[in-house]
């Protein structure tokens, strides 16, 4: 199953769903326990914390922190600065994901004041929402995961903050990191006050039509300069590769160009969108990006009814996407394309909320909110019992869901529809396999095959060496994943050298969550990938100083208070 996690042919819940058949026919998981991971208390309490953040996201929580950031920040190193260190304290206290969520439109619009790239501030935000998730049981699904497992195996899990120990050291020595490093690597320096902000970087794909005075007209296709992926005249598909072709006004082309070079293009009249997409006086503009729980996620734009019926044209995509053919129709989406919509503002507001896709900019109005303070003083009250012991994180979130369901912060229905269920599928049904690497004993097997390949039997040496199995994991299976199937074998380790468990249990968590060298491996890092326009090999440039760094500290700190 991890290989065929780690070749992305299927989609993840279908993979899970059947090694958990497969498990089933082979006597591995008894039926009967078969989704038991549903009423597990790792897979409740991710599903009560994604419920919560979605009510945060509604409120205008952060909109006067980011009418602040610009004042109290002045340069880049401080603006990023302060993005990752509210991005960290947010993810400390709810899923990654959301955090990240929640901070996007708060880089888009602070990017947009400080005339700042945002290429050199999305991806150290996307890091700092893993490093924060580091340090409290409910940062990540990893950590709720080892958690249950040491009190399936011990009686008592980790306290809420346990984790802190060795994630606040590693989370401030990533932190230091990102906000000098990827500096080095990403972008370029700031265009100055009052002046737009670069949007070279990010190319999108758009069809638009030849205008009757354009430049382009009566030239050969291979002389344009535009990366063309299909020309049609009067409705007919010309072969464009062929040599000598030429484009002629009135000309429909699937081109792939710089955003800013589309822009110049439509305002000087050279190229013009279809006549569907034409502006009028109540037309807006509006940039959102595709999140995982969004339904859009693998569909093609001709599809969209939910988009059609509004009256909402989609005049370019930011993908990444290799295969682009036909027509802009034909496009199939995918976890962080960024749309760029027109249509009634009003419309697109409710588009938005249905189809689950985060507005960057400008923000909807139908989603311009007060802030409101009862659900966010009920969220700290769930931290509150949870972090002191009061009740377990299921049940103190399980309260804060019910309260914020009463008030009527919260439409269930909703909300529940709204979550990104192939995760939630995908983690629900691991979690009867993770039992049964134990429950057969291939935990053991695993685990003294591990025993004779590291020197030494102490818990430093022991911790260390999982750390490095999640790390080289985890970029290619879901960190989730990665947990359920490493903590059974840790769990076997401490027993077989005669240690405790905790430390070992600290080291696959924390190695399951720090994929900063992929964008495959997170969603979080999926969704900026789309958002900048980065290259795979631009997260391998900055993420590894940010991992050595990271495996560096937490190596330290479990030396200092678990090992």
Same mark, same amino acid.
């Given at each position: 199953?991890?290989?065929?996690?780690?070749?992305?042919?299927?989609?993840?819940?279908?993979?899970?769903?059947?090694?958990?058949?497969?498990?089933?026919?082979?006597?591995?998981?008894?039926?009967?326990?078969?989704? $038991?991971?549903?009423?597990?208390?790792?897979?409740?309490?991710?599903?009560?914390?994604?419920?919560?953040?979605?009510?945060?996201?509604?409120?205008?929580?952060?909109?006067?922190?980011?009418?602040?950031? *610009?004042?109290?920040?002045?340069?880049?190193?401080?603006?990023?600065?302060?993005?990752?260190?509210?991005?960290?304290?947010?993810?400390?206290?709810?899923?990654?994901?959301?955090?990240?969520?929640?901070?996007?439109?708060?880089?888009?619009? !602070?990017?947009?004041?400080?005339?700042?790239?945002?290429?050199?501030?999305?991806?150290?935000?996307?890091?700092?929402?893993?490093?924060?998730?580091?340090?409290?049981?409910?940062?990540?699904?990893?950590?709720?995961?080892?958690?249950?497992?040491?009190?399936?195996?011990?009686?008592?899990?980790?306290?809420?903050?346990?984790?802190?120990?060795?994630?606040?050291?590693?989370?401030?020595?990533?932190?230091?990191?990102?906000?000098?490093? *990827?500096?080095?690597?990403?972008?370029?320096?700031?265009?100055?006050?009052?002046?737009?902000?670069?949007? =070279?970087?990010?190319?999108?794909?758009?069809?638009?039509?030849?205008?009757?005075?354009?430049?382009?007209?009566?030239?050969?296709? $291979?002389?344009?300069?535009?990366?063309?992926?299909?020309?049609?005249?009067?409705?007919?598909?010309?072969?464009?590769?062929?040599?000598?072709?030429?484009?002629?006004?009135?000309?429909?082309?699937?081109?792939?160009?710089?955003?800013?070079?589309?822009?110049?293009?439509?305002?000087?009249?050279?190229?013009?969108?279809?006549?569907?997409?034409?502006?009028?006086?109540?037309?807006?503009?509006?940039?959102?990006?595709?999140?995982?729980?969004?339904?859009?996620?693998?569909?093609?734009?001709?599809?969209?009814?939910?988009?059609?019926?509004?009256?909402?044209?989609?005049?370019?995509?930011?993908?990444?996407?290799?295969?682009?053919?036909?027509?802009?129709?034909?496009?199939?989406? =995918?976890?962080?394309?960024?749309?760029?919509?027109?249509?009634?503002?009003?419309?697109?507001?409710?588009? !938005?909320?249905?189809?689950?896709?985060?507005?960057?900019?400008?923000?909807?109005?139908?989603?311009?909110?007060?802030?409101?303070?009862?659900?966010?003083?009920?969220?700290?009250?769930?931290?509150?019992?949870? $972090?002191?012991?009061?009740?377990? *994180?299921?049940?103190?979130?399980?309260?804060?869901?019910?309260?914020?369901?009463?008030?009527?912060?919260?439409?269930?229905?909703?909300?529940?529809? $709204?979550?990104?269920?192939?995760?939630?599928?995908?983690?629900?049904?691991?979690?009867?396999?993770?039992?049964?690497?134990?429950?057969?004993?291939?935990?053991?097997?695993?685990?003294?095959?591990?025993?004779?390949?590291?020197?030494?039997?102490?818990?430093?040496?022991?911790?260390?060496?999982?750390?490095?199995?999640?790390?080289?994991?985890?970029?290619?299976?879901?960190?989730?994943?990665?947990?359920?199937?490493?903590?059974?074998?840790?769990?076997?380790?401490?027993?077989?050298?005669?240690?405790? *468990?905790?430390?070992?249990?600290?080291?696959?968590?924390?190695?399951?969550?720090?994929?900063?060298?992929?964008?495959?491996?997170?969603?979080?890092?999926?969704?900026?990938?789309?958002?900048?326009?980065?290259?795979?090999?631009?997260?391998?440039?900055?993420?590894?100083?940010?991992?050595?760094?990271?495996?560096?500290?937490?190596?330290?700190?479990?030396?200092?208070?678990?090992?």
């Amino acid at each position: 199953m991890l290989i065929v996690f780690a070749l992305d042919r299927i989609r993840m819940e279908v993979v899970a769903l059947g090694g958990l058949g497969l498990g089933v026919a082979l006597g591995l998981v008894p039926p009967v326990q078969a989704f $038991a991971g549903f009423s597990h208390p790792a897979f409740i309490t991710v599903v009560e914390i994604l419920l919560i953040v979605q009510v945060l996201g509604h409120s205008a929580i952060l909109d006067a922190v980011t009418r602040r950031i *610009p004042v109290i920040a002045p340069t880049e190193i401080r603006v990023l600065t302060v993005l990752c260190l509210l991005t960290a304290t947010l993810s400390v206290f709810m899923n990654n994901i959301g955090a990240l969520a929640l901070m996007l439109p708060v880089v888009t619009s !602070v990017c947009r004041v400080t005339a700042l790239d945002s290429r050199r501030i999305l991806m150290p935000v996307s890091f700092a929402a893993l490093l924060g998730g580091l340090c409290s049981v409910i940062g990540t699904p990893a950590n709720l995961i080892v958690s249950s497992q040491l009190a399936d195996a011990t009686g008592t899990g980790f306290t809420f903050f346990d984790f802190a120990w060795v994630g606040v050291p590693a989370a401030l020595a990533g932190l230091l990191v990102i906000v000098t490093w *990827p500096r080095r690597i990403l972008g370029s320096k700031s265009t100055g006050a009052g002046r737009s902000p670069p949007q =070279s970087f990010r190319t999108v794909v758009s069809e638009v039509q030849i205008g009757p005075r354009s430049p382009l007209a009566g030239t050969p296709a $291979a002389d344009t300069g535009l990366t063309i992926h299909a020309m049609r005249r009067a409705g007919e598909n010309i072969l464009f590769q062929r040599r000598g072709t030429r484009i002629e006004a009135g000309d429909t082309l699937l081109i792939e160009i710089g955003l800013q070079e589309l822009e110049e293009g439509l305002a000087s009249g050279a190229m013009l969108l279809p006549k569907a997409l034409h502006s009028s006086a109540n037309t807006q503009r509006v940039e959102a990006v595709i999140m995982p729980e969004s339904v859009l996620v693998g569909s093609r734009i001709g599809a969209l009814e939910g988009l059609a019926s509004r009256g909402i044209g989609i005049i370019a995509v930011a993908t990444h996407t290799p295969r682009i053919e036909g027509s802009l129709a034909d496009l199939q989406l =995918s976890i962080g394309d960024v749309l760029y919509l027109t249509g009634d503002p009003e419309a697109i507001g409710e588009a !938005v909320e249905e189809a689950d896709i985060l507005p960057l900019w400008p923000k909807p109005q139908s989603e311009a909110a007060e802030s409101h303070w009862a659900p966010i003083l009920a969220f700290a009250g769930g931290v509150t019992f949870a $972090a002191f012991g009061l009740a377990p *994180p299921e049940l103190a979130f399980g309260l804060v869901v019910f309260f914020l369901a009463a008030t009527g912060s919260l439409n269930l229905r909703k909300g529940l529809a $709204a979550l990104d269920w192939p995760i939630l599928i995908m983690l629900a049904t691991m979690i009867p396999l993770g039992l049964a690497v134990g429950s057969t004993g291939a935990a053991s097997v695993l685990a003294g095959g591990l025993m004779t390949i590291v020197p030494g039997q102490s818990a430093l040496v022991l911790s260390v060496a999982l750390l490095f199995v999640a790390v080289v994991i985890t970029p290619f299976v879901n960190n989730a994943s990665t947990a359920i199937i490493l903590g059974p074998i840790a769990l076997g380790a401490a027993t077989a050298a005669g240690i405790a *468990p905790e430390p070992l249990l600290l080291a696959v968590a924390l190695g399951a969550s720090i994929d900063f060298l992929t964008p495959i491996g997170h969603h979080n890092n999926t969704i900026v990938m789309g958002l900048a326009g980065y290259r795979f090999v631009d997260f391998i440039k900055v993420g590894w100083p940010v991992t050595i760094a990271v495996i560096g500290a937490a190596t330290l700190a479990l030396r200092a208070w678990w090992a």
